[in-house]
């Protein structure tokens, strides 16, 4: 017998049971080399596509390196220095990219070729003369069997021939298979030894070339360049760690000064309000009306620009326009469910918004901010600077003007003390001089440390101001256009016409002389208002008409005061605030130190003062005609009834 390193194919035509068990060893060996180099076939497989991945890489790297110079960065700029290194780095890239693909196709070549060919061809091989083998092995057996049961007794010759070239087909098919077959696994031996180092070979001499290549390429010009670029990098990091620092530390001093702000109401006396701003942003809450009743509330950014307000949704470009606050108005407002509400009304009334912030300071702020854009402090050289004196200016105003006071004291010897015809049209405003003024000091005209009453009160205001109320009379639902079912006292008034109004306070005076009066008690009222902190106002329709001025709720259209026009003695609009009104009424109820009972009121509008004044001064020219064609009327049923009684 011969060593167990190779099958004898001299024994293939006995085929005796120690051969049969020798080639089970070999099978059993080929089929340990076959799975063996189907794992060493799969990871040379996974270095070649690796190869070719990494030379693809490459080269869209350096693809991507000279395409720089063609994006436009928001933040980058135009860096000439980056880009031109870039591109120096894109042609050392690319020439790597090069070696790469080279790699790539020795590996190709001299490493996946010949262990594809062994797996594919050598080991197939194998199988198939296996199953070959197996077929002829069992038709050998058929035949012997079918041989053997030939009868000795009867011999049929054609029967006995056909057994025989049976046998004799088969046993030459099995030893021509085996030895073939034996060959076949003798040589694997051979060959896996071959196909195990020939890719190996071909892979180490393919990496060699491609790191003489990478050698040859790498000259004292791009160590060089290399070294250089390291230094900028580390110059580069060294800026990014001190920026980092400073970073942390700005973020460190922000996280200790903004600690009062994470809270949604600080406390005041920590942040104090900022009267003086003619800018800000920040988040608030909008009111959208969703029915008839129901309304919703949506979170936007708002942000003042110029004499606009405008908002802008997380997610948006770019801020969209809420309204024109140029002349507009601005106060608190009590919502059912919500705290620190304040609306906004254009100048001509047509449009309001109402917003929530976030505390009391924000809204506060907000307040003052769109007050001071209404007032277009925005357009000063120094904003912030102007609408400190502004707000400072309106501090010392509760305490007498000098230079009014001595505007007053320098007529006093020139004039003497007359009474003075009341105003009764809107063409003189206040704050105009007037050649028939009459001389009175402050004391004169408002008393000091008078109250001053900043909310409607309803439905007794009538009776606070001393006029006597009929049942009925006040709280009652009023149509402003007399088109109620019930008839009013003034829906035979030809004249009716409505104005919106704030209620800004109302004062008792002193004198109803002279429209003087009513600038007094504007400047105390708005003073007092701006020391308090009082920004909310009651908004109203002002009903002028041949009787009476009413002011209604436009909500209810509940009367919530009326003013008999014959009572109100002195009106007028200020000069340079056209939104400001007032009026005097005199009150025949209730007396005091021996006079009548004056009471003035100041309203504000929507830049509609002097058409206020002028639908005032129109309303007391036709109830004067009314009066004088009553008079007139009664004078001939006089004389009528004279001329009956004589006849």
Not at 419 to 442: K, Q, V, W
């Amino acid at each position: 017998m011969l060593g167990t390193d190779k099958l004898p194919i001299e024994e293939t035509l006995e085929d005796s049971p120690q051969t049969r068990s020798l080639l089970g060893v070999f099978e059993e060996d080929a089929a340990a080399i076959s799975s063996y180099s189907n794992k060493l076939f799969h990871a040379m497989r996974r270095i070649y596509d690796a190869q070719n991945e990494l030379s693809a890489a490459t080269h869209l790297t350096s693809k991507l390196l000279k395409e720089y110079e063609k994006q436009r960065f928001p933040l980058g700029g135009d860096d000439e220095v980056m880009t031109s290194t870039l591109q120096q780095f894109s042609k050392v890239i690319d020439e790597l990219s090069s070696c790469q693909a080279i790699l790539s196709t020795q590996l190709a070549d001299a490493m996946m070729f010949s262990i594809g060919q062994f797996k594919e061809r050598d080991l197939k091989e194998i199988l198939t003369l296996k199953e070959v083998f197996q077929i002829a092995s069992n038709d050998h057996d058929v035949a012997i069997n079918r041989y053997s049961r030939l009868s000795k007794r009867r011999e049929n010759e054609k029967t006995k021939f056909e057994a025989t070239e049976d046998v004799y087909t088969a046993r030459k098919k099995q030893h021509q298979t085996m030895m073939h077959y034996f060959c076949a696994l003798n040589t694997i031996q051979y060959k896996k030894k071959i196909a195990i180092l020939e890719p190996l070979l071909g892979y180490m001499q393919a990496q060699i070339n491609f790191f003489k290549m990478g050698s040859e390429n790498l000259n004292s010009q791009l160590e060089e360049f290399l070294s250089n670029i390291s230094s900028s990098v580390q110059s580069v990091r060294r800026e990014m760690d001190n920026d980092m620092e400073n970073t942390q530390q700005t973020i460190q001093d922000m996280e200790a000064a903004s600690e009062p702000l994470y809270l949604p109401d600080p406390d005041p006396k920590k942040l104090p309000v900022n009267r003086n701003l003619t800018r800000k942003a920040g988040y608030l809450n909008i009111r959208n009306k969703t029915g008839l009743v129901s309304s919703s509330w949506d979170r936007h950014y708002f942000f003042t620009q110029g004499g606009n307000l405008m908002s802008q949704a997380r997610g948006d470009v770019a801020g969209g326009l809420v309204m024109d606050i140029d002349n507009c108005s601005v106060m608190a407002i009590d919502s059912e469910d919500r705290r620190y509400c304040f609306q906004i009304t254009s100048f001509d009334g047509k449009k309001a918004v109402i917003l929530q912030a976030e505390s009391k300071k924000d809204c506060e702020e907000w307040i003052s901010t769109i007050n001071n854009i209404s007032k277009r402090i925005y357009l000063t050289d120094n904003p912030e600077e102007t609408a400190a004196r502004v707000n400072q200016s309106a501090l010392e105003a509760v305490t007498p003007s000098p230079s009014f006071q001595q505007r007053h004291e320098s007529m006093r010897p020139g004039v003497p003390s007359r009474p003075h015809a009341r105003r009764t049209s809107s063409t003189g405003s206040i704050g105009s001089d007037s050649s028939a003024l009459t001389a009175l000091s402050l004391d004169s005209i408002v008393a000091p440390d008078t109250p001053i009453q900043f909310d409607i009160i309803s439905p007794v205001s009538e009776d606070q101001a001393g006029q006597p109320r009929t049942p009925g009379q006040t709280g009652r639902r009023t149509n402003p256009f007399g088109e109620s079912g019930e008839k009013s006292e003034s829906e035979d008034s030809i004249l009716h016409q409505l104005f919106i109004v704030r209620f800004l306070g109302s004062m008792e005076v002193k004198s109803d002389e002279n429209t003087e009066v009513v600038y007094e008690t504007m400047r105390q009222i708005l003073a007092a208002r701006a020391i308090h902190n009082i920004f909310r106002m009651t908004e109203s329709h002002l009903l002028v008409t041949c009787d009476c001025l009413k002011l209604i709720n436009p909500q209810t259209q509940v009367t919530r005061l009326r003013f008999p026009l014959a009572n109100v003695i002195v009106y007028g609009t200020h000069q340079e605030n056209k939104r400001l009104f007032g009026f005097v009424l005199r009150t025949a109820g209730g007396r005091a130190e021996g006079r009548p009972l004056s009471v003035c009121y100041i309203l504000e509008s929507n830049n509609e003062g002097e058409k206020i004044c002028d639908s005032v001064g129109l309303a007391k020219q036709i109830a004067l005609h009314a009066e004088l064609d009553r008079k007139v009327l009664e004078k001939q049923k006089k004389k009528k009834k004279k001329k009956k009684k004589k006849k």
